[in-house]
């Protein structure tokens, strides 16, 4: 994951251009990709896909000499989607075009311009104190024009038309863990959901954020039904402990299992009940949608202080914390998977697991989880509980609850459900 966010980092992603679709080229290497184009004007509901942003170069031109905010070194230097310009200016006329941070004065800040005509430069606040009066050439190679915006998108079938969704982020431009940790994340998920069966459906999309999920739902409104449950992951690759946003609802299944997951396997994870800010789950989650999305994140939006400025770089990538959310995604779905309704074929009282072969047989200290997960099982698996809920009482890891289902349906003690499908 770390090599291929390396791989990325240099790309000068937006929401559309070149950047994204050598993004998407690269991303097609590990897992086959379907790439959709949707042409600049298009209605997306409320919104437009407005023109293609093409950036050649850019840079400023100080009055003694030196180049600065050159986007040949750093792509944040550049305001996304600044329009062309070629001028010689005061300093006081480029000022209100410079984008520092005086909160943090060393950093490149990543500014963007998506909707409205602009231009400007990101440069550090502390350097942008330094600079002189004097004559300024200013210089952005750019041009806006019709062209497209491309998504991209892997549809791994399973054993039923129902669907669960993952939804990750392709539009920032050289931000390790805002974008490449998702994108990381969901490339190893989709080679681990093709290398197994699978009862639902899994689509995995690679897109820019609000306006990328809104076009992705605009021409796919035949999937909206089969969607039963689904997952934005991002801000994926820091050190910081996993935070789970609920879906719009607070009640869907994967509410309940990723709940059961911070609260059972991740030490100083956070859920976080839905709210209508953030990022794509609340465009899933609209009243119109309603699809049961929720999102994974380590540090949520402004959480951590490299967010959304060059200091998110490959630095800050952690392998344990890429490996951590990619095994919480997996955990997510073998749950989805799994949950049904089983009913213990001897439910009056405790059977003799020792005798079958499933129950350590010398007295002594408390069992071991696999031990606890089946007493779990069989004393909850009365027809009304499923294994999410079960999952979620136990305080177990759901790898123990799923091996003890197998090991109870093996011996005869818990009985198939009739039905899997969604």
């Known amino acids: 994951m770390i090599a291929l966010a390396r791989d990325l980092f240099p790309l000068n992603r937006s929401l559309t ?38 950036l050649r170069q850019a ?56 909707y409205a005509d602009n231009w400007g430069f990101c440069l550090p606040q502390a350097e942008i104190d330094t600079l002189a009066d004097g004559q300024y050439e200013v210089v952005i190679d750019a041009n806006l024009a019709p062209g497209s915006m491309t998504l991209g998108e892997i549809f791994v079938p399973g054993e039923t038309d129902a669907e669960t969704l993952f939804y990750t982020h392709t539009c920032h431009p050289s931000l390790a863990n805002d974008n490449l940790s998702g994108m990381a994340v969901c490339v190893e998920l989709a080679r681990w959901l093709r290398a197994r069966r699978n009862r639902f459906s899994y689509r995995l999309v690679f897109g820019p954020g609000t306006i990328g999920s809104l076009a992705w739902l605009a021409m796919r409104r035949d999937v909206w039904p089969r969607i039963r449950h689904g997952l934005v992951v991002v801000l994926a690759g820091n050190r910081a402990p996993l935070t789970y946003k609920a879906t719009r609802t607070g009640q869907a299944d994967i509410d309940r299992i990723a709940r ?13 009940p839905f709210s209508a800010w953030g990022y794509d789950e609340r465009q899933f989650g609209s009243p119109g949608f309603a699809l049961p999305v929720g999102r994974l994140t380590r540090s949520a939006e402004e959480g951590y202080p490299e967010y959304h400025s060059s200091a998110d770089d490959l ?103 009739a039905d899997v499908s969604a």
């Open 59 to 114: 840079y400023i031109v100080t009055p003694d000499g030196r180049r600065i905010a050159d986007a040949a070194v750093h792509n944040l230097h550049v305001m996304g989607y600044s329009g062309p310009v070629r001028a010689r200016m005061t300093l006081g006329e480029l000022r209100p075009h410079l984008h520092g941070d005086p909160a943090r004065p060393t950093v490149i800040p990543y500014r963007t311009s998506y």
């Open 260 to 272: 059961a997951y911070i609260a059972n396997e991740e030490p100083g994870g956070t859920v976080i």
């Open 315 to 417: 630095s800050i990538l952690d392998a344990d914390a890429l490996s951590g959310s990619l095994r919480a995604c997996q955990t997510i779905v073998a749950a989805l998977e799994s949950n049904a309704h089983y009913r213990n074929t001897s439910p009056y009282g405790e059977p003799q697991l020792g005798r079958r072969g499933i129950y350590r047989s010398i007295g002594g200290p408390a069992s071991g989880n696999l031990q606890k997960a089946m007493l779990w099982v069989l004393s909850l698996s009365d027809g009304t509980e499923d294994l999410a809920g079960i999952y979620a009482r136990s305080g177990l890891p759901f790898a123990d609850i799923e091996r003890a289902v197998g090991l109870l349906t093996g011996a005869g003690l818990l009985e198939l459900p």
């Open 17 to 54: 251009g070149e950047g994204v679709r050598a993004t998407l080229r690269r991303i097609a290497r590990e897992i086959p990709l379907d790439v959709i184009e949707v042409p600049t004007g298009t209605r997306v509901f409320d919104w437009e896909i407005p023109r293609e942003w093409s």
